[in-house]
């Protein structure tokens, strides 16, 4: 069974989903705050909804987004180690 995004915390594996693609990003977290999860590479995601946040895009919480993340199932990951 998968965490919860409330769950997540830095070290954690969360899989980024891009409007358009097949294949998930597998993404190690830096960093959460209490409304945000920030992953290595800068990306910052909504930590209740999971969508990315990037002003620059207009992507903002609550908005429009171009990504989303979700918790990486444990133990399922399907990429190679």
Request: net charge negative; hydrophobic share 35%.
């Amino acid at each position: 069974m998968a965490k919860k995004l409330s769950e997540i915390k830095t070290g954690d594996l969360v899989l980024r989903w891009l409007v358009g693609c097949r294949t998930p990003m597998r993404l190690p977290v830096a960093e959460v705050t209490a409304d945000r999860i920030i992953c290595v590479g800068g990306w910052e995601f909504d930590r209740s909804t999971g969508d990315e946040i990037d002003a620059d895009l207009g992507w903002l919480p609550g908005g429009v987004t171009g990504s989303r993340i979700e918790p990486e199932p444990e133990g399922e990951s399907g990429f190679a180690e």
